[in-house]
């Protein structure tokens, strides 16, 4: 059984070197920018060129979070960002942006690519097809099951990283838009303000129905290793340096007991599951996502408050790189000194020693003023002395040759970990000439009560059948039928899967889709799992649209996902105008309305009070300042999905946006009656909709 890597959190240059001194064997931080913990501390780029040197000299690594979306213009500061810590031996990079996957793919060989958390990853289709894009280890969603995890590290074959200790997300990671919609604040940019954590009203009353536990794994450390994790991860940028020593601490413990003692016998003491109570927690720990899809355990209850107490936990502290020395000071020889670190050594050398006048320098003087290595990264433990009697050395030369052969000694251990930089400047991304045509509609469709307005609109092109139009009791029959009487309209039929894709959800539509007579015209995906999904059909790529939350932001990604044979996108939702009219449109979708999805959730709030009868129920919930969102529960998925109160219309826009170069506009249509359909398809919504125009106007930080 591997004993995995504990990977811990550097928020700040001090927490980052104390987490390697309590056991850490990587350390993940951020810089200044592109960072998904923007307001987290940070380092600065000479602080991450220490910390690498730090990292290395004691067995570490360091990967450097740049896993925010990037725009257009971001792009060439977003790559430059890595030229110095690349040469200085960074070990790897955690993105989420596809385009600057690319870029940083193609400018930096050797480094070592991890798909973030952020790229919502559920599933070995998914994991295959970032292995394939290049990167060596993906990052799991929290949400997954031991056997999930287990099923992806076994038929990707790629090594995975596994969430083990930290704050738990309500939303699946990378498909929450509730910050952003609410106060332009963007979880994809690092920025979220934590809304789900606020109370809401829901069933008549008053509570935390978004607000989790914290993780805590260290009970299971066993079953997580034979599932195949490579990597466990503590969460924790924002918090304070003590809280992740501490963390690290226990971690650290366990899996040293683990690799000592095996699984048989496993067990915790109290006074370690204390320790980290104590070190902060939210009402409690939770480790039910690893045995179950959801549980009303995990709630962190009546208040999210964060408790911490950190009494009584003294740091560890390194004591540097254990080396022994040699000093050799002879007649007729020049004076030597030398420092070994395992199979490697340097060496200082100064002038012939002089014969004694009064004092000779004594051994024991010697031994005395090399004493430690001072401020270096070393550690002496052990010192040979060869000292010939009757000679002197001033004790500026002792010192001068320690500093030397201490310099020396860490350029040679870091040598192997540097890289030769290179002159490159960021080309242009290469995107198929779009020759402009007047653009065309089409329509997302939820509900099957709104399928025949549908089919009866002469302007639409396309149809979008939703995951949620029907049951899947219902779609191996009605599915086909609705796909035939599309066609028969004179329109494609499109099926828009789930944007979150687990194992159960794969298994099931690889049986609906098995036969070619199931099979739709083309699909909408959300998710690199979806893209998996299609890819393992076999399906064209040209007939396959990525929706929004693919998150093609720039060029540079619209150009990535192209070189894969899709050339079909739809415009994020986080975007404003100008830079959506600062990226090429030829082959984009742009919804000009409809109710935007901003959260989905493994836990459910019907069923987290009791309520879950599998009837597909629809509500509303109020937040503090008594806006109403809707939350339909996707019963199938078993999957919560929150939307904003407010509908996106940009149909007062449509005028000047026929002038610009889309493929083609979207109606959304969820919750709407055949009526409202009516009369958003005559471009008129409803008289009572609260309408708004989302990021169009704003954007996000």
Known sequence: M?????????????AAKAVIDAGANAVYTGLSRFSARAYAVNLQEEELTELLHYAHLHGASVHLTLNTLIKNREMEEALMLLKTPYEEGLDAVILQDHGLFSVVKKAYPGLSLHAST?????????????????AERVVLGRELSLEEISAIKREAEVEVEVFCHGALCCSYSGTCLLSAALGGRSANRGRCAGPCRLPYEAFGKKGYPFSLKDLCTIRHLPEIARAGADSLKIEGRHKSKEYAVRVTEVYRKYLDRLKEEGPDGYTVDEKDIEALLQSGNRNGFTDRYLFVHNDASMNSGDSPSYEVQMENLPAKKNDGV??????????????SFVLKCNDTEAKAEGDIPSEAKKEPLRESVLREKTG?????????????????????????????????????????????FRREGKEFFVEQPTLTPYEWIEPFFTAFCSKEEQLPLLLAENKLRRIYLSFLCFSRAEQALKLPEAFEKIRRSGMEAYFALPPV???????????????????????????????GFVKALDFPAENVVLDQGLYVWSDYTKAAFEALGFCYDTVPAELKQAEIMHRENGGSELVIYGRQALMHTANCIWKNKGKCKKEYPSTTITDRKQEKLYVR??????????????????????????????????????????????????NAPPKDALLTKGLYKRGVE
Not at 384 to 400: A, R, Y
Not at 503 to 529: H, M, W
Not at 636 to 658: A, F, Q
């Open 2 to 14: 591997q004993i995995p890597e504990l990977l811990a959190p550097g928020g700040s240059l001090e």
């Open 118 to 134: 952020q790229m919502n990853l559920c599933s070995a289709g998914g994991a295959r097809f970032l292995k394939e894009r290049g």
């Open 372 to 416: 430690t290595l001072g401020d270096t990264a070393f550690t002496l433990q052990n010192l040979t002395v060869e000292l010939e009697d009757g000679l002197f050395i001033p004790l500026s030369v002792i010192k001068g040759l320690k500093r030397e052969a201490a310099a020396a000694l860490e350029k040679k251990l870091l040598a192997p």
């Open 633 to 682: 529960a996707a019963c199938d998925e078993c999957m919560n999905i929150l939307y904003n109160g407010h509908c996106v219309s940009l149909l007062p826009e449509l005028p000047e946006l026929k002038k610009e170069r889309f493929r083609s506009f979207r109606y959304t249509f969820t919750f709407e009656s055949a009526e409202e359909v009516e009369a958003v398809l005559k």
């Open 322 to 335: 254990p080396v022994e020395g040699t000093w050799t000071v002879k007649r007729g020889e020049r004076i």
């Open 501 to 531: 894709l687990r194992k159960n959800d794969i298994d099931y539509y690889r049986t609906l889709f098995q036969t070619k007579e199931n099979l739709p015209d083309g699909f909408l995906v959300a998710s690199c799992d979806g893209i």
